[in-house]
C-alpha cells in the first residue's frame, strides 16, 4: 500500500511540479496509528534520532505519512489534525475535508453543521447539494446558496472495498474553479471503467 501510495503521488509531483499539493487524511490513514497504539504502544511515536537529526534538526515521527511517504522531500504538505476535525481553506467561500457523516444525506447534513460550502471524501459518493439561504435584511446579497459535495472516489468499487452489501458509491472526482472574489464552480468528472466521462 505505500509502495503504491508513494508512486501516486510522485506521479502527482511529476505531473505538475508546481502545484502546491497538500494530503488531507482520513479515517483509513488512521488505521497505521490505531495498529500502533493497539499491538505496539511502546513504538507509538517513535522518532528518527530521538527526535533530532545529525544536523539537529526535529525529526517526524517514524511511523507517520509524512515520513512513510516521504512528503517533506516530495513537496507536499499534510494536514495533521484528526480526521474528522481536519479541513483546508480553498477559498473563502469553500473548505475541503475528509468528512466523518455518511449515509444518503451526508452533504445535507454536513451543510447544516458548517457555515461555509463544503466538500467530503468520507461516503465514496459523487454529489452536489444546494442550500439557499434569505436574508430580507440583505440588499446587496438578499439570497446565499452554499453548495455541499461529496468527493467520489478512485477505489476500486466491483467488490464495495470487501465491506459486503453492493454500495452506493460513485467513482469520480471533482474539479474547482476558483476565482479572485473566491466564487467558485465545482464539475463532476465521472469515472466509468475506461473512460473518464
Same mark, same amino acid.
Request: charged letters at 25%; aromatic letters at 8%; a negative charge.
Given at each position: ?26 479515517? @483509513?490513514?488512521? %488505521? =497505521?496509528?490505531? &495498529? ?8 507509538? #511515536?517513535?522518532? !528518527? ?72 471524501? @468520507?461516503?465514496? %459518493? =459523487?454529489?452536489? &447539494? ?8 440583505? #440588499?446587496?446579497? !438578499? ?55
Amino acid at each position: 500500500c505505500l509502495r503504491s501510495a508513494l508512486k501516486v503521488l510522485q506521479d502527482y509531483r511529476h505531473a505538475s511540479p508546481d502545484t502546491q499539493w497538500t494530503l488531507l487524511p482520513g479515517n @483509513h490513514d488512521d %488505521r =497505521l496509528d490505531h &495498529i500502533q497504539i493497539d499491538n505496539a504502544s511502546g513504538a507509538y #511515536e517513535i522518532k !528518527p534520532g530521538g527526535g533530532v537529526d545529525l544536523e539537529g534538526n526535529e525529526t517526524n515521527d517514524a511511523h507517520s505519512l509524512r515520513s512513510l511517504l516521504f512528503l517533506d522531500d516530495l513537496g507536499i504538505d499534510l494536514i495533521t489534525d484528526d480526521y474528522n476535525r481536519a479541513k483546508y481553506l480553498l477559498g473563502r467561500k469553500i473548505t475541503l475535508r475528509h468528512g466523518y457523516l455518511s449515509g444518503k444525506n451526508a452533504s445535507a447534513n454536513m451543510l447544516n453543521k458548517v457555515t461555509r460550502s463544503t466538500v467530503q471524501g @468520507h461516503t465514496h %459518493r =459523487l454529489r452536489l &447539494i444546494y442550500k439557499t439561504e434569505h436574508d430580507e435584511h440583505d #440588499e446587496a446579497e !438578499p439570497t446565499t446558496t452554499r453548495v455541499g459535495a461529496e468527493a467520489g472516489c478512485m477505489a476500486e468499487i466491483a467488490d464495495s472495498l470487501g465491506y459486503g452489501d453492493a454500495a452506493d458509491w460513485q467513482n469520480g472526482f471533482l474539479v474547482a474553479q476558483l476565482w479572485d472574489d473566491d466564487d467558485f464552480t465545482l464539475t463532476p468528472a465521472v469515472y466509468a471503467p475506461g473512460r473518464l466521462l
